[in-house]
């Protein structure tokens, strides 16, 4: 009986059929293709794939979301029930963001909450650092301290923040009025990544993030 769970236990090994060279167990079920991988390749287009949105899976469900309402997310952030709505962005999409946000942070890296215009755009937008969220959301009480960016490239940001907040948008249940955030993590990993919204939901934002974190009792 012991050498029979034993056979079991035994998982099917060889070489990866994608022809990388590699060895080892193979996953559960073959790609559409047919080809059957080992676990541990990366080489093949479809490996890199399954890697890659895993990677985006993990930076939205517990980075992201742990983050932004201090508790892990569902598969979609549409079925978060945050006090705020969100979604989350890891890529080449960020890049732009955090070009404009490294020409105004200042070198000692305190928290800093920005805010940019753009003519053409209904409101001003409003970034900070994911890792100050609470020294930020103090900050964002006053307006005071916003480091207003008038004279920066900012168009960027804003086609990033509204491509996002339309697809956002599209998903809304009628009636649902919670305010929306964006978070834009880059193709590699940081240990921060930017959190963006928009200035006329300043006041139902601060709430929403204070209640989430436990920052308002
Ligand atoms: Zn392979
Ligand atoms: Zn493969």
New binding site residues.
């Given amino acids: 009986m012991s050498e029979l769970v034993k056979n079991f236990a035994l998982k099917p090994s060889g070489a990866?059929?994608?022809g990388?060279g590699k060895e080892g167990t193979y996953?559960v079920k073959p790609?559409r293709s047919g080809?059957l991988?080992?676990r541990s390749?990366?080489?093949?287009?479809?490996?890199?794939g399954r890697r890659a949105k895993k990677g985006g899976q993990y930076d939205q469900q517990s980075k992201g979301a742990r983050e932004l309402a201090s508790k892990r997310g569902k598969n979609h952030e549409e079925a978060d029930r945050y006090a705020f709505r969100w979604q989350n962005k890891k890529g080449k999409i960020s890049i732009p963001i955090h070009n404009v946000w490294e020409k105004v942070e200042q070198p000692d890296r305190r928290p800093l909450v920005v805010s940019v215009g753009w003519n053409i755009y209904p409101s001003r937008l409003i970034l900070l650092r994911s890792d100050h969220l609470a020294e930020s959301w103090k900050l964002l009480e006053h307006e005071e301290p916003f480091y207003p960016t008038e004279k920066l490239y900012v168009q960027p940001v804003f086609t990033a923040f509204s491509k996002v907040e339309k697809d956002d948008e599209a998903m809304r249940p009628i009636g649902d009025s919670r305010p929306f955030i964006a978070r834009f993590a880059l193709p590699q990993s940081r240990h921060y990544a930017l959190l963006i919204f928009r200035h006329d939901q300043l006041e139902a934002m601060h709430y929403a993030l204070g209640i989430e974190n436990g920052y308002i009792k």
């Fill in positions: 990866c059929q994608c990388c996953r790609w080809i991988c080992v390749c990366t080489s093949c287009a479809s490996c890199r």
